[in-house]
């Protein structure tokens, strides 16, 4: 018994369990961009413990080498004596302990890439991610935790967590919430506002063309429109943060929150607008899809290496497709204008050769390595544009053969329902719930789209909902290489070299110069250089190739000055029209009367 009582307090102290974690972050040189930062580790009476920094960040799979701004670690006892340590590997700091107690860690921290959305300080604000400020350990992961800033006076701190004591103190039931709810601080506006008793801030840092009023009105809308697809809302509280910034731009999806870039000048146009807005939509969407439930290769976070999932088509690429129903069903959007996104989304697949090559599980897999450029168009895909297809698809083939009764969203809403975090989804559980809502096997169907390179019609597709994909009336044929070129001074570079096309078959690739068409000097741009040619002709290309110049022949295909469009079809038919209500949620525009 007294052996059983030892080993109880041992265990006792070694998890210390309800102990806080305390952080302090003091930014007290924002020019230079540094912060300095204390943890505060419960009483541990382990030999040593591990305390990490993470090496991604929720919602960007790639190792982002976050560690690599620490400096000046400093390790310390409840007594303030000095403690070993030693580096181990890239991000973790192994502090080693003669006796049980608590451990005191400092660090500093230097905050410059506002791009990565995980840490930035300057002389205006700070937007704080845990993963690139607040090391952790695994002993005390699950522990609560507590944040306090000092910060300049006249900055004001928002996050999506509670506040503990005072505007710049926060609270979270663990490292894992602390990670995911990002702090905006600085000198920025704060709007508030409340929908169907949940609490809403939008919080923007930087001046810009925007209007906060048109914001709010639309966001409003938009977080009313959760139960469209899900039966409730996982939060009481959300924050959206906007940066408006001199060039960063992207978005990244939060527990309780969402951080929003763009260029401080790209917000005013309704083109520019509707990218915000969707934006916006996407991540709010993320707030069930991948935060509420996630793919199984996601659960739990590893914060320092690489979390695979097949599955990430659905976390992403399902993500876009619901974003442009949120936003028509709220009246944010008009249905040409949805239209129009969806056109250049089958566009950009269709003009991607690596739609033949990689699948939707195998791109989710490889996100973390995929990189862009000439191979990668060629020979890969993306989640965003490869999920958000395949979730049309599938979309549209539940609801022909229920007659407009079951639908994408209600896999999602078993999604939400039956695979709540902390447990993780699998494809055999996307597939039982596709059984189980149609009383069909779609294993076939996944092989085929899924596992294997998707191969979609889309002229059937969008038949079946009173749409067409074609060509506008007035489309000029145009000559073409199959490739798009930078203006080099006299030259015109080679930046992309479709796989398959005219310029490819001849020997054409990346980073060649052409010289000359048919002995014709090129002009400013390849559009202009071929303008004078037809489709089908043979013609002599000069280019440089390692400072050397050569030619070759090549046939022209044909290309357009106007990509085809989605449009709606207006003899469709009732059959149609009723499906297009029940795909997308408002009136077919061949029954809408236009004023």
Request: net charge negative.
């Amino acid at each position: 018994m007294k052996k059983l009582l030892a080993l109880s307090i041992v265990a006792a102290c070694s998890t210390s369990a309800f102990a806080d974690v305390n952080y302090e972050l003091k930014i007290s040189e924002p020019q230079h961009h540094l912060g300095n930062v204390s943890v505060e580790f419960p009483k541990s009476a382990q030999s040593h413990i591990d305390v990490k920094l993470p090496a991604w960040r929720t919602g960007r799979y790639e190792i982002l080498n976050l560690a690599n701004g620490v400096r000046y670690f400093n390790a310390k006892d409840e007594d303030g004596k000095e403690l070993t340590w030693e580096k181990v590997d890239h991000s973790t700091w192994r502090v080693h302990l003669n006796k049980p107690t608590e451990v005191n860690v400092d660090y500093q921290v230097y905050a410059n890439e506002l791009g990565k959305r995980a840490r930035h300080i300057d002389d205006s604000h700070a937007f704080i991610d845990a993963s690139g400020f607040f090391m952790f350990s695994e002993s005390f992961r699950q522990e609560p935790v507590t944040v306090n800033l000092d910060i300049p006076k006249k900055w004001r701190s928002v996050s999506g967590m509670d506040n503990l004591e005072g505007k710049n103190s926060f609270k979270a039931a663990n490292y894992d919430v602390l990670v995911d709810s990002p702090i905006e601080t600085g000198i920025n506006q704060l709007h508030t506002f409340e929908v169907d008793d949940r609490e809403y801030g939008l919080v923007v840092w930087g001046d810009g063309n925007y209007d906060v009023d048109l914001m709010l009105t639309d966001l409003k809308k938009l977080v009313a429109t959760g139960n469209v697809i899900w039966d409730g809302y996982p939060y009481e509280r959300y924050v959206f943060m906007v940066h408006a910034t001199s060039g960063a731009g992207g978005a990244t999806e939060h527990l309780n929150s969402t951080i929003i870039q763009r260029p401080r000048d790209r917000f005013g146009s309704r083109e520019d607008y509707l990218g915000f807005i969707s934006t916006a939509a996407h991540e709010f969407i993320h707030t069930w899809n991948v935060k509420a439930y996630r793919p199984q290769g996601l659960v739990p976070y590893d914060y320092t290496n690489m979390n695979y999932s097949k599955l990430l088509w659905i976390a992403e690429g399902s993500t876009s497709y619901f974003e442009d129903h949120l936003l028509v069903r709220s009246g944010i959007q008009t249905t040409d204008e949805f239209f129009k996104v969806m056109s250049k989304t089958i566009n950009r697949h269709l003009q991607t050769p690596g739609r033949e090559v990689q699948s939707a599980s195998e791109t989710s897999f490889d996100k973390w390595i995929n990189q862009g450029g000439d191979h990668a168009r060629n020979y890969s895909t993306n989640i965003y544009s490869e999920g958000s297809l395949l979730s049309l698809a599938l979309d549209i083939d539940l609801l022909e053969k229920s007659q407009g009764t079951i639908s994408y969203r209600d896999v999602h809403k078993a999604l939400y329902n039956n695979h709540k975090m902390p447990a993780g989804f699998t494809d055999v559980d996307v597939l039982n719930i596709l059984k189980d809502l149609t009383g069909r096997d779609y294993s076939s169907w996944w092989q085929e789209n899924v596992e294997s390179p998707a191969s979609i019609n889309f002229d059937e597709l969008l038949a079946k909902v009173g749409l067409k994909y074609e060509r506008p009336e007035k489309a000029k044929a145009l000559a073409s290489i199959d490739a798009t070129a930078k203006n080099t001074g006299e030259l015109l570079t080679l930046s992309y070299v479709r796989r398959g096309g005219s310029a490819w078959e001849a020997g054409l690739t990346t980073n060649d110069k052409i010289v000359a068409i048919n002995k014709h000097h090129v002009g400013k741009d390849l559009k202009t250089s071929l303008e004078t040619f037809k489709a089908g002709e043979k013609v002599t290309v000069d280019y440089i190739r390692r400072d050397a110049l050569d030619s070759l022949t090549l046939v022209l295909s044909e290309d357009f000055d106007k990509p085809k469009k989605v449009v709606a079809n207006k003899d469709a038919t009732l059959e149609q029209k009723t499906l297009f209500k029940a795909w997308i949620g408002v009136e077919h525009p061949a029954d809408v009367k236009k004023d």
